[in-house]
């Protein structure tokens, strides 16, 4: 199995940046992709960004340009990056890391989530 632990988060400002960063472990990082998705309150769960197993990104339209999402990998564990910047009070959700042994992590029909971690823009 594949384990996920987030951190980062937490409040921002209109226009202002934050980070948030997805450790996973537990199988060679090579096999799986990974992705942020994130639920706003009354919303349905919507994918952010993603790294394939190819290295490749991906984005919704909604926060392309603004934000960034890249990996490390070391041994076997992987990190995934979320680099959010010219942050917006519609970026208000709660964010998840997720992966799946597949190539591609950008639906949320994935196997692996973590415990999500608040992002607040005001």
């Known amino acids: 199995d594949v384990q996920l632990v987030e951190s980062g988060g937490g409040s921002g400002q209109a226009g202002g940046s934050l980070t948030l960063s997805c450790t996973a472990s537990?199988?060679?990082?090579?096999?799986?992709?990974m992705g942020w998705f994130r639920q706003a309150p009354g919303k349905e769960r919507e994918a952010v960004a993603s790294?394939?197993?190819?290295?490749?990104?991906?984005?919704a339209d909604s926060v392309k340009g603004r934000f960034t999402v890249t990996v490390s990998k070391d041994n076997d564990k992987k990190t995934l990056y979320l680099r959010m910047n010219s942050l917006k009070a519609d970026d208000t959700a709660k964010y998840f890391c997720a992966a799946d042994f597949l190539q591609y992590c950008t639906t949320d029909r994935l196997g692996y989530w973590g415990q999500g971690t608040q992002v607040t823009v005001s």
């Open positions: 790294i394939s197993t190819d290295d490749d990104p991906a984005y």
């Open positions: 537990g199988y060679r990082y090579a096999s799986y992709c």
